[in-house]
Each structure stands twice: as C-alpha cells, then as structure tokens.
T-cell receptor
Framework: SAVISQKPSRDICQRGTSLTIQCQVD?????MFWYRQQPGQSLTLIAT?????????ESGFVIDKFPISRPNLTFSTLTVSNMSPEDSSIYLC????????????FGQGTRLTVV | SQKIEQNSEALNIQEGKTATLTCNYT??????LQWYRQDPGRGPVFLLL?????KEKRKERLKVTFDTTLKQSLFHITASQPADSATYLC???????????FGKGTTLSVSS
C-alpha cells in the first residue's frame, strides 16, 4: 500500500489569492493524480503529474489556473490560483499501487473554502 | 465520451439485510472496474477490483459482479452493519488508459 500525506487539510481563503496544496507519498511512484470533489459530487480528474514533464490537464482545467509541480517521484503540489468562491471544493491527490489496473490510494483531501 | 452512473444517490436499509448498489457505464469497454468507500471528510478507500474476464469477486461480506454485456456492476454488502454506512463509489480506468473516472456514488445508511 501507499501512504499519502496531504496538507493543508483545510483552509479558508480570500478570493483573488492562491493556495498551494502539497502531497507527499511514502514510496516512489511514476504518476500522481489530482482530483476535485465539489459538494455533493463525485471526483473529477484535474490533471496527471509525471515526474520530469509537464502535467497533463483534463478538459476544463488549465495550467494557469491549476499549476502543478512534480519535482521528484514522491512529491507534488497543486496550486489553485486567483481563487473565486466557485473553487470551494475538496482537492485530493492520488497514486496507483503498481500502475495501471491496480488500486488507487488517496490523501485525506484538502477542504478549501473561498470567501 | 464515457459515462458512469450509480443509479441511487441514497440507499437506506436495516441492519442484517443485504445492500445492493448498481453501477452502469456507457460508451466504453473497460478492462476492469473498481469500488471504493468514502467516509465524510476522508479520501476514498479501495475495496475491490474486478477484471473484465471475471464474473464475480468476493472479499469477506463484500461481493462484486461485472456484466460486460449489460455494462453493469453490482456491489453487495451482506449482513450489513451500521459501520457500513458510507458513500460507495465505482470507478473505471479512463478511456485513454490513464486515471480513474468515478461515478457520483451511492450513500448507504444502515440503521440498527
């Protein structure tokens, strides 16, 4: 299994500011995934982060709004930029145990409220 | 594009009964399907994975079926307990073979 530490666990931010969420994994992984979970909704994939290359973003998400860093095989950050109340969500990072076709592990999530 | 539907947002049952949750998908033929449990304020936790060549998989009180003809998976919890109360999510691999795509989930409430 993989243990994922994600922080902060929650934050309340002013609109127009940015928040960086950190995700640390206890083992080396090739791909890390960032999801958003809006209230009452399921998880929506934001982007896939590979070490050493630019993140791949899903439709509806752009790098300027959600820049991602992946400096090594155990760490990644997601920044939510120029926040608005619509960005209030839970943000989750995830890894797969042994690549495609295996179970995924999640951090505990970051509950973001933008006021 | 691929679509996943969990046809009940909420399911309420009595302790001891079997809970059956449904996951349907369209526009895709996944090689596997997964089920997760999510408690409030926590990230999803993996429960079971079933591959396209497997009809059924069991783990303790949990059973998952996978019907690739109907494009449907059923998730059963037998002898349900109040501690089983949570949101259950089904997930498929992305069509591009990347990250998991999740259904909206079914929130199960087991009353004693």
């Amino acid at each position: 299994s993989a243990v994922i530490s994600q922080k902060p666990s929650r934050d309340i931010c002013q609109r127009g500011t940015s928040l960086t969420i950190q995700c640390q994994v206890d083992s080396q992984v090739t791909m890390m995934f960032w999801y958003r979970q809006q209230p009452g909704q399921s998880l929506t994939l934001i982007a896939t982060a590979n070490q050493g290359s630019e993140a791949t973003y899903e439709s509806g998400f752009v790098i300027d709004k959600f820049p991602i860093s992946r400096p090594n095989l155990t760490f990644s950050t997601l920044t939510v930029s120029n926040m608005s109340p619509e960005d209030s969500s839970i943000y989750l990072c995830s890894v797969e145990r042994a690549g495609k076709g295996t179970e995924a592990f999640f951090g505990q999530g970051t509950r973001l409220t933008v006021v | 594009s691929q679509k996943i539907e969990q046809n009940s947002e909420a399911l309420n049952i009595q302790e001891g009964k079997t809970a059956t949750l449904t996951c349907n998908y369209t526009n895709y033929s996944p090689a596997y399907l997964q089920w997760y449990r999510q408690d409030p304020g926590r990230g999803p936790v993996f429960l079971l994975l079933i591959r396209e060549n497997e009809k059924e998989k069991r783990k303790e009180r949990l059973k998952v079926t996978f019907d690739t003809t109907l494009k449907q998976s059923l998730f059963h919890i037998t002898a349900s307990q109040p501690a089983d109360s949570a949101t259950y999510l089904c997930a498929l691999e992305g069509q591009a073979g990347t990250a998991l795509i999740f259904g909206k989930g079914t929130t199960l409430s087991v009353s004693s």
